[in-house]
Nanobody, 116 residues
Framework: QAQLVESGGGLVQPGGSLRLSCAASGFTFSLYAMSWYRQAPGKEREFVATVTRAAGNSNYADSVKGRFTISRDDGKKEVYLQMNSLKPEDTAIYYC?????????WGQGTQVTVSS
């Protein structure tokens, strides 16, 4: 069955960087738009970034634009989120998502904590 497994989260100081990875299996990865979402404690899950299939287009939430970069490797069936200039308000559980028409899959999430 479809599976998404995130990795790369952790504790980082403000201004630091992290690279999240999401490994996909069980579906035709290249057909799916891939996205990252996040959920901070006590808040709703929010959109972070998305990349269309064949990496034709990418979009970002205003809060991360210019600091985060989403990319994908269809050969490895992975999607990445490079996060630079991290701020305490970026602290959240980060989720990977795959979407193709009405099919949507979610990973289990990886914790990112930005603190000194």
């Amino acid at each position: 069955q479809a599976q998404l497994v995130e990795s790369g989260g952790g504790l980082v100081q403000p201004g630091g960087s992290l690279r999240l990875s999401c490994a996909a299996s069980g579906f035709t990865f290249s057909l799916y738009a891939m996205s990252w979402y996040r959920q901070a404690p006590g808040k709703e899950r929010e959109f972070v970034a998305t990349v269309t299939r064949a990496a034709g287009n990418s979009n970002y939430a205003d809060s991360v634009k210019g600091r985060f970069t989403i990319s994908r490797d269809d050969g490895k069936k992975e999607v990445y989120l490079q996060m630079n200039s991290l701020k305490p308000e970026d602290t959240a559980i980060y989720y990977c998502s795959a979407r193709f028409f009405t099919n949507t899959y979610w990973g289990q999430g990886t914790q990112v904590t930005v603190s000194s």
